[in-house]
C-alpha cells in the first residue's frame, strides 16, 4: 500500500484523493478548513444573493469513507525527508505527496486594497466577503461600480468578466441601468487576454453600456477620494469598487525553497504535474506554475493525469482550458491548450445549459469522479478535436 | 419522527414506495442500476459528445425556431417529391449538352419537372424583391 | 542591468500577454523583459502594448514559430 499525502481538499485534492484506488492508496488529506467551497459560487452570493451554505459541504462527507482527513493547517514541506509538519505538531510521512493547497491571495500589496475589501467586500476572497459584495451592491442606487484587476495572473480569468456581466444584469432587473454604470478594468490590451475571445465578449459589454478600459492594472487605491490608480498612471473614480488581487503560491516552507518560483508557485513540469527535481512529489490546481489558466477544469483534469500517473499509466495534461463565461442567458467557453489559442466561440443558450448542468453536478462530481470521468472525457475529446482542426464552436 | 414524518409527507412517501415496487416488479429498478454503469455511460457519451453534436446542439434554439417556423402541413404533401429528388441525385448522371437538353424537354416527365423548377424559381426570386 | 526572462512559450490562455504584464508589475524602470511565446497573437498585442504603455521595444524577432520580445522598462512611475 502506498501512502499518498494530498495538501488541500478542493477542487484538485478531493477528486484526486476519491480517484485513488483504495486497494492500492492509503490516502491522506489535509486541509485547514472542515468545509469545502465551490469557489464559483461567489458569483451568485455577491450577484445574485445565493446564500453561502449553497456551495459549502463538510469535506469528510465529500471525501469517500476510506480516504483519511486530517483537519490541519500544512506549515512546512520536506521534500527531501518525505515529511510534512503541520500546526498542530503532526507529522506526516508520504511515498506520495501532492501539492494542491491553492493560490493566495495578497490583499496588503496595494495600498488602500485591504481597506477596500472590509469596507465594499469582493467576490475573491470569501463567501462571507461575497455577501457582504452583494448588501453593498443593493444599497447602490446610483454612480459606478468599479471592476478592477491588479495583477493579469489570477484564478478564473473570466472572473472580471462574469462580475461585470452579472453586476450590470443586477442593476438592470432593479432598473437602475441608467444609473448605475458598470466599469470594468483589465490590464491587457482588449476585454479578454485573447483577442479571439474579446472580440466575442466586446460587442456585449457595448451592448449594455459597461465601460471598458484596456491597459489598466491596478496598483493604488485611495478610498478618501474614491479613486483606483494603475501602474500605466491612468486613473478610475469608483463609488463601489473591487478589485482582484496578486495572487501567490502557497506561503507554507517548502524545502528545498527552489521548488517555488519568484510568486511562490510550486515549480511543475507542465504536462505530468511532477515537482521539479522529485519523483515522488506532484503538484496540481492554482497552487502551480502550469501556464494555463487557474481555475476548476484545470485542478480537476491534473487530478486525473496525477491518479493515472501514479498507477503506472503515461498521463499528460495537455494544458487544456474550459473557462466558461456567462452573461445573462447565455454561456461560452474559453476552450485553449499549450499549443493551441483559444478557438472562436459564440454565446449559446445551450452552452449556458452546459455550465448550469455542470454546477448542478459539481459535488457529485466531487464524491464520485470516476462515475463522472467517461462524460468528461467524452466531451474533453470532442471539443479537442474541434482545437486540433482550428474549428470554432 | 412525528415533525418529519407529516400527514402529506407520510402520503407522498407511501405512494413513491409504491411507485419503486412497481418499477422493481417490472425489473426496472435492476435496468437503472446496470445502465449506471461507466462503461455505458462512457458508449452514450461518446455517442452524443462528437464535435458534430455539440455544434448542432449549441444551435438547438435557432433550429427548433426554424422547424417551427416550418408549415409542416403543406411540405408534408410534398415528402415524396424531396424523397425523390434525393435519390436521384445520388445516381451518376450522364452529362448532357444543348441537343440532349432539347431532346430531353420533349419528355413529359422532365416537363412536368420544368414546370416545378418555374415554381421554384418564383417563390425563391419572390423572398429576394420583398 | 538586470534581466527578466519571460518564458512563455506553450502557454494557454490567458497567454503571454498576461505573463508580459505580470512581469512589468515586479520590474523597475532600467530592466529588460525578454518574452519569448509561441501564440501568435502576442505580436500585436506586446506592439500594442509598447505604444501604450511607452517602454521600449529593444527587439522583435520571429524564428522557428516562436516570438522573443525584448522590452526595456523605463515608463514606470
Known amino acids: 500500500m502506498k501512502r499518498v499525502v494530498i495538501l488541500g481538499g478542493g477542487g484538485g485534492g478531493a477528486i484526486l484523493a476519491n480517484l485513488l484506488p483504495r486497494e492500492e492508496f492509503q490516502v491522506t488529506v489535509v486541509d485547514k478548513s472542515p468545509l469545502h467551497f465551490f469557489q464559483p459560487g461567489n458569483l451568485w452570493i455577491a450577484f445574485k444573493g445565493v446564500k453561502k451554505e449553497k456551495f459549502l459541504r463538510p469535506l469528510r462527507e465529500l471525501l469517500k469513507p476510506h480516504v483519511d482527513f486530517v483537519q490541519d493547517e500544512v506549515v512546512e514541506v520536506d521534500l527531501q525527508n518525505r515529511s510534512v509538519k503541520t500546526k498542530n505538531g503532526k507529522q506526516l510521512g508520504y511515498d506520495y505527496v501532492v501539492f494542491a493547497t491553492g493560490a493566495e491571495l495578497d490583499y496588503d500589496a496595494l495600498p488602500g486594497h485591504r481597506k477596500l475589501l472590509e469596507t465594499y467586500g469582493d467576490f475573491y476572497s470569501s463567501p462571507e466577503s461575497a455577501e457582504k459584495l452583494y448588501k453593498t451592491l443593493l444599497g447602490m442606487n446610483s454612480g459606478r461600480f468599479v471592476i478592477a484587476v491588479a495583477d493579469p495572473i489570477y484564478k478564473c480569468p473570466p472572473g472580471p468578466h462574469k462580475g461585470a456581466f452579472l453586476s450590470w444584469e443586477l442593476f438592470s432587473k432593479r432598473g437602475l441601468s441608467n444609473k448605475v454604470k458598470v466599469v470594468l478594468a483589465v490590464p491587457v490590451p482588449h476585454a479578454y487576454p485573447s483577442k479571439t475571445i474579446a472580440d466575442i465578449i466586446e460587442p456585449e459589454l457595448n451592448a449594455r453600456g459597461i465601460e471598458l478600459h484596456t491597459f489598466f492594472t491596478a496598483n493604488e487605491i485611495n478610498l478618501d477620494n474614491k479613486k483606483i490608480i494603475s501602474l500605466e498612471g491612468e486613473e478610475l473614480s469608483f463609488d463601489v469598487a473591487t478589485v482582484i488581487p496578486p495572487h501567490r503560491g502557497p506561503s507554507y516552507m517548502v524545502t528545498p525553497e527552489s521548488v517555488k518560483d519568484g510568486n511562490g508557485y510550486i515549480k511543475i513540469d507542465k504536462y505530468t504535474s511532477k515537482v521539479e527535481g522529485f519523483d515522488d512529489a506532484f503538484a496540481i490546481g492554482d497552487c502551480t506554475n502550469a501556464p494555463t489558466s487557474k481555475s476548476g477544469v484545470t485542478a480537476h483534469l491534473q487530478a486525473e493525469v496525477v491518479a493515472a500517473r501514479l498507477q503506472g499509466i503515461d498521463a499528460r495534461y495537455s494544458g487544456r482550458t474550459n473557462c466558461p463565461l456567462i452573461t445573462d442567458g447565455k454561456g461560452l467557453f474559453v476552450i485553449s491548450d499549450y499549443d493551441h489559442p483559444p478557438i472562436p466561440v459564440r454565446f449559446s443558450k445551450f452552452k449556458r445549459l452546459m455550465e448550469d448542468l455542470f454546477v448542478a453536478t459539481y459535488w457529485s462530481a466531487i464524491r464520485y469522479p470516476e462515475f463522472w470521468s467517461p462524460v468528461f472525457k467524452a466531451y474533453f475529446e470532442a471539443t479537442d478535436e474541434m482545437i486540433r482542426k482550428g474549428e470554432g464552436w | 419522527m412525528e415533525t418529519i414524518l407529516t400527514k402529506e409527507r407520510r402520503e407522498a412517501l407511501e405512494k413513491l414506495l409504491d411507485m419503486l415496487v412497481k418499477m422493481n416488479e417490472l425489473g426496472l429498478l435492476d435496468t437503472i442500476r446496470d445502465l449506471l454503469d461507466p462503461e455505458f455511460i462512457g458508449r452514450l457519451s461518446e455517442l452524443l459528445m462528437t464535435p458534430g453534436t455539440l455544434k448542432l446542439l449549441d444551435h438547438i434554439d435557432d433550429l427548433l425556431d426554424l422547424a417551427g417556423s416550418i408549415d409542416v402541413e403543406a411540405i408534408k404533401g410534398n415528402m415524396p417529391l424531396i424523397k425523390a429528388a434525393l435519390e436521384a441525385l445520388s445516381r451518376e448522371p450522364k452529362p448532357v449538352g444543348i441537343t440532349g437538353l432539347m431532346r430531353a424537354m420533349s419528355d413529359p416527365d422532365v416537363q412536368k419537372g420544368l414546370g416545378l423548377m418555374v415554381e421554384l424559381l418564383k417563390a425563391i426570386g419572390k423572398t429576394k424583391t420583398k | ?77
Open chain 3, 1 to 77: 542591468m538586470p534581466e527578466i526572462t519571460v518564458d512563455a512559450r506553450g502557454m494557454a490562455c490567458p497567454g503571454p500577454i498576461s505573463a508580459l504584464t505580470r512581469a512589468y508589475r515586479n520590474a523597475n524602470n532600467g530592466d529588460v523583459i525578454i518574452v519569448m511565446a509561441t501564440d501568435p497573437g502576442f505580436e500585436p498585442d506586446v506592439k500594442a502594448w509598447i505604444e501604450r504603455t511607452k517602454n521600449e521595444l529593444l527587439e522583435l524577432k520571429k524564428e522557428g514559430g516562436v516570438i522573443t520580445a525584448k522590452i526595456k522598462v523605463v515608463a514606470k512611475k
